[in-house]
C-alpha cells in the first residue's frame, strides 16, 4: 500500500512538471526555438542547422513533453511512457550537470520566461525527477488509472491536437501568455528608471541609439501620447510581406502626429536596403537583438507604446487589424489596454481542454464503476436472482371461486379498494371474481390500484353454448386477466391440456392476460413426479405460444394437495419446484423471457406464511383462495411485500 502511495505521488510530481514545462514551451516556441541555438552555438552546430528546422524542434519538443505528462497525469501507457520519461530524464540530467559546472548559458530555459531557475537548480530539479522517474518505470502498474484503456486513445489525440494548435497560433500571431519583462502593461518608463537608480532590472540591456550614437532611450520613453515601435532584431530576415500594411500604419501614424520609431540591431547597409525595398521613410534606431526578441517574438512586430507603456502588440500577421484605422486611437479600442486578462485565458483553456478531460475521466470512471458492478452482478449469483426477481412484476391475486353474492362482492371489493388507496401496495393486486360480479365490481375499483379478473372463460369464440361465457364477453366488462387451468377446473369439469389451449389462445385474443395454474396431486408428489407433470401441463397448454404471446402469461403454480387442506409446502419445496418451472421455461423460449415471467404460488397461502414464501428468489406472488374472501386477510398477504 505504502509502495502504490509514493509511486503516485511521484507520478503527480513528474506529471505535473513536464506539463507545466511542455505549455510554458509551447505557447512561446521562438522563445524555445531561441533557446535552442543557444545551445547548438555552445556545441558549435548553430551554422548547420538552419532555422526551419530549430524551430520544428521547438514545437515538437514541447508537444512531446506536455504529450507524455498528460500521458503519465491519466497513466496512459503505463510501462512505455514510463521508459520514455526515464530515457529522457536520463540525458537531460548529466547534461544539466554539465551546464552547471560549465555554466556556458544562464538558464537553461527548461520553463521559458516563466520561471528562470539557474543551471544548478536545474540540475537539482532533475535529478528529483530522475529519482521520481526510476521510481515509477520500476513499478508502472501501480500507478492509478484515470481513463480506461479503451478511452486512453481520445486523451492521447485530443492532447497532441491542443498542443500543436497552441504553438500554431503562437507562431502565427503571439505568445498566448506572455511571461516576459516587455509585455503588455509593461511601464517601460518606470523600469528604466530603477536601472538608472542601481536598482535590479530586466532592463539592463535595453537601450534605442541613433544610427549616428545618440542614445535617445530616456527621451523616447517620455513622449506623450502614442508611440509606435516597428520592431525588426535582423531586418535581413524579416518578413517581407506585410511592407503595404506597415507604410499605411506609418502614413496613419504621421496623419495623427504619433511617433514612430523602427528598432533593428542590424547594420547600416541592412537599413538602407530596407529603405530602398520597402520605400520607408521613419527613422531606425539600434537596439540589442536579444532585447528586440524579447520585446516581441514576430520579425518584424509593431509594439504600441502610451506614455512610455506597453499597451498593445501585433505580429507580422496581424497587421491589417491596425491598417484598417480610421479614428484616432484616443477614441479607438486598439488605444486602450486591452481587456484579456490572466484569469480570463485560464478559463478559456481550462473550457476547451481541461474541462473536457475532466468530463471524460468522470465519465469513463462511472463507466469502470458500472462495469464492476455487473462483473459483480454476473458473479454473484443470489444477487442476480435477486435483482431480475425485484425486475418482475410481484403479484397477488384472488381467486373468490364460486362464493359471495353479488351485493357482497361489490362491498368487498369496495372495502379492499378504500384499504389499498389509503396505503399503496407495494406489489400488483388482482381480484378473480365469479362472471356476474365482473360487471358491477369493475365501477367500484380504482383499476390502477386492483386489477380484475375472471375465474374462467368458454373455449369457444361465440355460438350456440347454453351457460358459457367468451373470452370477449369478460374483456367487454373491464377485466384484464382470467384464470385457466385451475386444478379444480381440470378435475371437475374435465378440462383436457387441447380445451386449455383452445382457451389461453382465445384469452389472449381477446387482450386477456392468463394466470395459468399447473400442479401435482398429493400421489404424484409422493411419486416424486411433481417435475414432469408440470412440465406436461405447460407443454400441453401454453408452449406453443409465440414468445410475445407466453410474455402475457403468468404462471401459478399450485399443489393440488395443499388447496383447501391446511397442508402448505415449505418455502423451500415451494422455491426449488417454482426453480424448475423457471428452468424449463428458459429452455423453450431463453433465460431473458424467463426471468421475466411472473410465476405465483397456490396452495393455502396466509399472511403468516406469505413473507417466508415471497423472500424465495423464484416466488413472485401468491394465487389466493380463501383467504382472499376476507379484506384484512387478504391485505395482510398483500403486505408481506413491504
Known amino acids: 500500500m505504502m509502495r502504490k502511495i509514493c509511486v503516485n505521488i511521484a507520478r503527480l510530481v513528474v506529471a505535473v512538471?513536464?506539463?507545466?514545462?511542455?505549455?510554458?514551451?509551447?505557447?512561446?516556441?521562438?522563445?524555445?526555438?531561441?533557446?535552442?541555438?543557444?545551445?547548438?552555438?555552445?556545441?558549435?552546430?548553430?551554422?548547420?542547422?538552419?532555422?526551419?528546422?530549430?524551430?520544428?524542434?521547438?514545437?515538437?519538443?514541447?508537444?512531446?513533453?506536455?504529450?507524455?505528462?498528460?500521458?503519465?497525469?491519466?497513466?496512459?501507457?503505463?510501462?512505455?511512457?514510463?521508459?520514455?520519461?526515464?530515457?529522457?530524464?536520463?540525458?537531460?540530467?548529466?547534461?544539466?550537470?554539465?551546464?552547471?559546472?560549465?555554466?556556458?548559458?544562464?538558464?537553461?530555459?527548461?520553463?521559458?520566461?516563466?520561471?528562470?531557475?539557474?543551471?544548478?537548480?536545474?540540475?537539482?530539479?532533475?535529478?528529483?525527477?530522475?529519482?521520481?522517474?526510476?521510481?515509477?518505470?520500476?513499478?508502472?502498474?501501480?500507478m492509478l488509472r484515470f481513463v480506461s484503456r479503451t478511452n486512453q486513445w481520445i486523451v492521447m489525440n485530443f492532447t497532441a491536437l491542443f498542443i500543436l494548435l497552441v504553438s500554431g497560433n503562437s507562431l502565427y500571431d503571439l505568445p498566448y501568455f506572455d511571461f516576459r519583462p516587455y509585455h503588455v502593461g509593461t511601464d517601460l518608463r518606470k523600469g528604466w528608471q530603477q536601472m538608472m537608480d542601481g536598482e535590479d532590472s530586466p532592463y539592463t540591456d535595453f537601450f534605442i541609439e541613433r544610427q549616428g550614437g545618440d542614445d535617445i532611450t530616456d527621451s523616447l520613453l517620455h513622449l506623450k501620447g502614442y508611440t509606435f515601435l516597428l520592431v525588426s532584431p535582423h531586418l535581413e530576415q524579416a518578413d517581407e510581406s506585410q511592407f503595404d500594411k506597415i507604410n499605411e500604419i506609418f502614413e496613419y501614424a504621421q496623419e495623427h502626429g504619433y511617433a514612430w520609431y523602427g528598432l533593428t540591431a542590424s547594420n547600416g547597409q541592412a537599413i538602407e536596403r530596407w529603405r530602398v525595398g520597402t520605400g520607408a521613410e521613419y527613422e531606425f534606431c539600434l537596439t540589442d537583438d536579444i532585447v528586440l526578441k524579447t520585446m516581441i517574438r514576430s520579425n518584424p512586430g509593431l509594439v504600441l507604446l502610451h506614455d512610455g507603456k506597453i499597451i498593445r502588440k501585433w505580429s507580422v500577421n496581424k497587421l491589417s487589424d491596425v491598417a484598417q484605422l480610421t479614428t484616432p486611437l484616443e477614441k479607438s479600442e486598439i488605444g486602450q489596454m486591452p481587456s484579456d486578462s490572466v484569469p480570463g485565458k485560464i478559463m478559456m483553456i481550462i473550457l476547451w481542454y481541461v474541462l473536457p478531460l475532466f468530463l471524460l475521466a468522470l465519465a469513463d470512471r462511472f463507466w469502470a464503476w458500472s462495469k464492476w458492478i455487473k462483473k459483480k452482478e454476473k458473479s454473484n449469483k443470489l444477487y442476480q436472482i435477486l435483482k431480475r426477481k425485484d425486475m418482475r412484476k410481484k403479484i397477488v391475486a384472488g381467486n373468490w371461486k364460486m362464493n359471495l353474492n353479488l351485493q357482497e362482492g361489490v362491498a368487498l371489493a369496495k372495502e379492499l379498494n378504500e384499504a389499498l388507496a389509503?396505503?399503496?401496495?407495494?406489489?400488483?393486486?388482482?381480484?378473480?371474481?365469479?362472471?356476474?360480479?365482473?360487471?358491477?365490481?369493475?365501477?367500484?375499483?380504482?383499476?390502477?390500484?386492483?386489477?380484475?379478473?375472471?375465474?374462467?372463460?368458454?373455449?369457444?369464440?361465440?355460438?350456440?353454448?347454453?351457460?358459457?361465457?367468451?373470452?370477449e364477453m369478460v374483456k367487454s366488462t373491464g377485466a384484464q386477466y382470467v384464470i385457466l387451468g385451475h386444478s379444480e377446473r381440470r378435475e371437475y369439469y374435465k378440462e383436457t391440456p387441447e380445451i386449455l389451449k383452445e382457451k389461453v389462445l382465445l384469452a389472449l385474443k381477446n387482450g386477456l392476460k392468463v394466470i395459468f395454474c399447473i400442479g401435482e396431486t398429493l400421489a404424484e408428489r409422493e411419486a416424486?413426479?411433481?417435475?414432469?407433470?408440470?412440465?406436461?401441463?405447460?407443454?400441453?397448454?401454453?408452449?406453443?405460444?409465440?414468445?410475445?404471446?407466453?410474455?402475457?402469461?403468468?404462471?401459478?403454480?399450485?399443489?393440488?394437495?395443499?388447496?383447501?387442506?391446511?397442508?402448505?409446502?415449505?418455502?423451500?419445496?415451494?422455491?426449488?419446484?417454482?426453480?424448475?418451472?423457471?428452468?424449463?421455461?428458459?429452455?423453450?423460449?431463453?433465460?431473458?423471457?424467463?426471468?421475466?415471467?411472473?410465476?405465483?404460488?397456490?396452495?393455502?397461502?396466509?399472511?403468516?406464511?406469505?413473507?417466508?414464501?415471497f423472500a424465495k428468489p423464484d416466488i413472485d406472488g401468491g394465487l389466493i383462495g380463501g383467504a382472499s374472501l376476507k379484506c384484512a386477510d387478504f391485505k395482510g398477504i398483500i403486505d408481506a411485500w413491504k
Open 422 to 471: 389509503a396505503d399503496k401496495p407495494n406489489c400488483g393486486v388482482v381480484i378473480c371474481t365469479p362472471f356476474i360480479h365482473l360487471a358491477s365490481v369493475a365501477q367500484v375499483i380504482n383499476q390502477d390500484v386492483i386489477g380484475l379478473g375472471a375465474e374462467n372463460c368458454a373455449d369457444k369464440e361465440k355460438g350456440a353454448f347454453t351457460g358459457e361465457v367468451s373470452a
Open 528 to 613: 416424486n413426479k411433481q417435475n414432469e407433470v408440470v412440465k406436461a401441463e405447460l407443454e400441453g397448454s401454453v408452449f406453443n405460444l409465440a414468445e410475445a404471446d407466453f410474455r402475457n402469461i403468468v404462471i401459478a403454480y399450485e399443489p393440488i394437495w395443499a388447496i383447501g387442506t391446511g397442508k402448505t409446502a415449505t418455502a423451500e419445496q415451494a422455491e426449488e419446484i417454482h426453480a424448475y418451472i423457471r428452468s424449463i421455461i428458459a429452455e423453450k423460449y431463453g433465460e431473458a423471457v424467463a426471468n421475466d415471467t411472473s410465476i405465483l404460488y397456490g396452495g393455502s397461502c396466509k399472511a403468516s406464511n406469505a413473507p417466508e414464501l
Open 17 to 142: 512538471t513536464f506539463i507545466l514545462s511542455g505549455f510554458v514551451k509551447a505557447v512561446d516556441p521562438v522563445g524555445t526555438q531561441y533557446k535552442i541555438t543557444d545551445y547548438l552555438t555552445v556545441l558549435h552546430l548553430g551554422q548547420y542547422i538552419p532555422d526551419f528546422m530549430t524551430l520544428t524542434a521547438s514545437v515538437l519538443l514541447s508537444a512531446a513533453e506536455f504529450w507524455l505528462g498528460v500521458c503519465l497525469l491519466f497513466a496512459i501507457r503505463r510501462r512505455v511512457v514510463t521508459r520514455i520519461i526515464l530515457g529522457w530524464l536520463l540525458i537531460l540530467t548529466p547534461l544539466t550537470l554539465w551546464l552547471a559546472i560549465a555554466n556556458p548559458i544562464s538558464d537553461c530555459g527548461c520553463f521559458g520566461d516563466a520561471l528562470v531557475l539557474t543551471n544548478w537548480q536545474t540540475f537539482c530539479k532533475n535529478a528529483v525527477l530522475l529519482t521520481c522517474a526510476l521510481l515509477i518505470a520500476w513499478h508502472p502498474l501501480d
